[in-house]
């Protein structure tokens, strides 16, 4: 089954600084969703993005996807150190496929 | 709020042993999935029920097999335990035609 991969495998910015994360898939897809993992604790879903859609926002979140490209963005804005965590995409045809995750570290 | 709950944190068995890892929804869900997770491999997907005594194999169903006798509960069953089994193992559900899967906190089993 494809998979969605993302880039970078880890970041690490200040507190205040924006984040982004990317995730480039194979084929073609249902939407995209972007999951966040505190360390040791299950995922937590944060946004969805459908095939025919280019961009969503949700908070402090904005979520892009270009279909043409087969590639999303997560983009963090004003970052804070509780937003530390791996971030991950998933990819949904017929099932959800993850990715390996971005893990993000917000320095105080 | 959906609660997805995982019947321990941490567990710790030894090569050879039958382990049953339990997991139970409150929120009326059809659809509930087994994953686990290990570093630089991302999440795999092992099992996933679409209803009661329905199971279909995901990515890596060998050396497991899985339950759901009552919609609320699915449980994840290795018969015979192996080091290279030890890993985090991530429960999740969602509704009948929902996007978004809600996951459990996870259990991290370790087999010696």
């Known amino acids: 089954s494809q998979q969605g991969e993302e880039d970078p495998q880890a970041l690490s910015i200040q507190e205040g600084e924006n984040a982004t994360m990317n995730c480039s898939y194979k084929?073609?897809?249902?939407?995209l969703q972007w999951y966040r993992q505190n360390s040791g604790r299950g995922l937590v879903h944060l946004i969805l993005?459908?095939?025919?859609?280019r961009e969503k926002h949700s908070g402090r979140l904005r979520v892009t996807l270009d279909t043409s490209k087969k590639s999303s963005s997560l983009l963090i804005t004003a970052s804070r150190a509780a937003d530390t965590a791996s971030y991950f995409c998933?990819?949904?045809?017929?099932?959800?496929?993850f990715g390996k995750g971005t893990k993000l570290s917000v320095i105080p | 709020d959906v609660k997805v709950t995982q019947s321990s944190r941490y567990l710790v068995k030894r090569t050879g042993e039958k382990v049953f890892l339990e997991c139970v929804q409150d929120?009326?869900?059809?659809?509930m999935f087994w994953y686990r997770q290990d570093p630089g491999l991302g999440l795999r997907l092992i099992y996933f029920?679409?209803?009661?005594?329905?199971?279909e194999k995901g990515d890596i169903p060998e050396g497991y097999s899985v339950s759901r006798e009552k919609k609320e509960r699915f449980s994840l069953i290795l018969e015979s335990a192996s080091t290279n089994q030890t890993s985090m193992y991530l429960c999740?559900?969602?509704?009948?035609?929902?996007?978004?899967?809600?996951f459990g906190p996870g259990t991290r089993l370790t087999v010696l």
């Open positions: 999740a559900s969602s509704p009948v035609g929902g996007d978004t899967q809600y």
């Open positions: 084929t073609s897809i249902n939407n």
């Open positions: 993005i459908r095939s025919n859609e």
């Open positions: 998933a990819t949904d045809d017929y099932q959800l496929t």
């Open positions: 929120m009326d869900h059809e659809n």
């Open positions: 029920s679409y209803d009661v005594k329905m199971k």
